[in-house]
């Protein structure tokens, strides 16, 4: 296919809605792919993902596109050139850094990550991807970084463990692997920040404007934070004395040096329960540069922050970590609080999260064919290992409310359920929705009988965090 035209990568990636027709490559071909979109068999939504784009990275989620003759038969012929050579030449070769750019050895990332920042990199995956696995592919997994990524050298990589009054350890990564007993366990993580951007529409905030997805669910191998304290002689109650607090540092510094820092409270580091685990393993690979290569904190039930990547030191002390992020950050305020009049002193730092769901589908602004019913899928999720025990749905912005089915959801117990629960339900439309805008809303209940806040206003916060209000969406009924 040499006589064909060729194409910067740039003038394909303005190739993305069917107005400016819809282009994707696939190795170094160019394709064409607007009147196949409506026909694709998995539907038209989720091939534009790849729109002005490779699809290599799509389909290796897919799998059933791989060597399938079916899928070359119907690509070929919509091919219009090829990949310049230059392009082509610049995609061989690895990218060109910048010595004093932090940021220059940062790992690549599937493009499916929408990037609400690239340096440092913060991501989330498109929703409908999210609910689509009950364990988040690890490409996929929403990525919050604070700093840049750190590069480890495995050859000087130790965990040093200690604490007030304790004697210092230090691991190299076998030997915890051989020291420990090794566990396995499914967790969600969620950033404190999810759904920020929802909050922000009562009022603005300084932040990363995360949407619905900065939460994902993964299996972790690791060993027991509670079997590396009882190997420092933690586990006996009379030696903890003023021992309140388990501080992580990471690996990645900030401009002054300091690490990334969290602390959790001793309590749930030492019980058995507890299960936070020190993990070098997602989803039975190592940990990828961008969650904590080679060994990151999982608290689970716990935000985000706290369970910290590229750990490099774990520190049993009467305080919590110095760090500015358990300090001067992921903390709730009362909503008349202000950057005036703010004292990080006055609220503790956030460890568990409230109760939380989200409508991954249909999307916002999405147009819908059906003026019967709907359907609609998301995810829900407590903190402190609180299971999900429903989950409710309106069509009719909260007036009348209808089950949903828990589709996909753990098995892990009282108070130590981890993972998050997927939903999904067909909800009958109001009569004569034709034409008309809808709003649906979601709210879940956990084993406490908690339940999410109709509203953001009279709790909104400063920070934008544990954003957990019902959930809205708003779609059109097809005339
Ligand atoms: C299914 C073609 C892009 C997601 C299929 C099938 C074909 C096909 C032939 C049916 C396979 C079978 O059942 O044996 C293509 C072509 C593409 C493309 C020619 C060129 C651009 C994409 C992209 C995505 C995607 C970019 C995702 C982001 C899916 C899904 C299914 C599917 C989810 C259904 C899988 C299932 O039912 O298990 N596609 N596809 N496709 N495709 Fe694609
Ligand atoms: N650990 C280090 N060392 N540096 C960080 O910036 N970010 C934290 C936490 N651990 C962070 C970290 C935050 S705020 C969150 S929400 C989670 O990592 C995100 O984990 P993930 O990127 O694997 O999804
Ligand atoms: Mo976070």
């Not at 191998?221 to 079997?227: E, Q, R, Y």
């Amino acid at each position: 296919r040499t006589n064909l035209p060729e194409f910067s990568l740039q003038e394909v990636s303005r190739h993305k809605t069917k107005a400016d027709r819809i282009w994707i490559t696939y190795k170094s071909g160019v394709y064409d792919i607007t009147e196949f979109v409506e026909s694709h068999p998995g539907g038209s939504s989720k091939i534009l993902l790849a729109a002005g784009g490779a699809v290599e990275p799509f389909w290796a989620m897919y799998a059933v596109h791989k060597d399938n003759p079916e899928v070359f038969e119907l690509l070929e012929p919509l091919r219009i050139g090829n990949i310049s050579r230059k392009d082509l030449i610049e995609m061989q070769r690895t990218k060109k850094s910048d010595p004093n750019d932090p940021f220059a050895s940062e790992p690549g990332r599937h493009p499916a990550l929408a990037p609400s920042s690239s340096k440092p990199f913060n991501a989330e995956p498109p929703a409908e991807l999210l609910v689509d696995n009950y364990i988040t592919p690890n490409e996929l997994f929403f990525v919050r970084n604070h700093l840049p990524v750190p590069q480890v050298d495995m050859k000087n990589y130790v965990l040093t463990v200690g604490g007030e009054g304790l004697k210092k350890h230090s691991f190299t990564l076998d030997e915890l692997k051989e020291k420990f007993k090794h566990r396995k366990m499914v967790a969600t993580i969620q950033c404190a920040g999810n759904r920020r951007s929802n909050m922000m529409e009562v009022k603005k905030i300084k932040g990363l404007s995360w949407g619905i997805a900065a939460i994902s669910n993964a299996e972790w191998t690791g060993v027991f934070l509670s079997d590396i304290l009882a190997h420092l002689g933690l586990a006996d109650p009379e030696k903890r004395g003023e021992l309140k607090h388990v501080q992580f540092e990471g690996l990645d510094l900030d401009p002054e040096k300091a690490p990334y820092g969290g602390s959790i409270p001793i309590e749930k580091a030492l019980d058995p329960s507890g299960d936070v685990l020190l993990a070098w393993d997602m989803n039975g690979e190592p940990l990828s540069r961008d969650h904590g290569f080679p060994l990151r904190v999982i608290a689970p039930g716990i935000i985000g922050a706290r369970q910290v990547k590229w750990l490099s030191k774990v520190w049993v002390s009467p305080d919590e970590s110095p760090s500015h992020w358990q300090q001067n950050d992921y903390k709730g305020f009362a909503p008349q609080v202000d950057w005036d009049t703010v004292d990080f002193k006055k609220s503790p730092a956030i460890q568990e999260y409230p109760v939380q769901s989200a409508i991954c589908e249909p999307k916002d602004g999405a147009v819908w064919d059906n003026e019967e019913e709907v359907t609609v899928r998301g995810y829900a999720y407590s903190g402190g290992g609180r299971e999900i025990i429903r989950v409710d749905v309106s069509a009719d912005g909260g007036k009348t409310w209808h089950p949903t089915e828990l589709v996909a959801k753990p098995n892990q117990g009282y108070n130590r359920t981890w993972a998050w629960t997927l939903w999904e339900a067909d909800v009958p439309l109001p009569k004569d929705s034709k034409g008309k805008e809808v709003e649906l809303c979601a709210k879940a209940v956990d084993s406490a009988y908690n339940t999410q806040p109709e509203s953001f206003k009279p709790y909104w916060n400063l920070r934008g965090v544990v954003a957990n209000a019902w959930h809205r969406v708003h779609i059109k009924v097809e005339d």
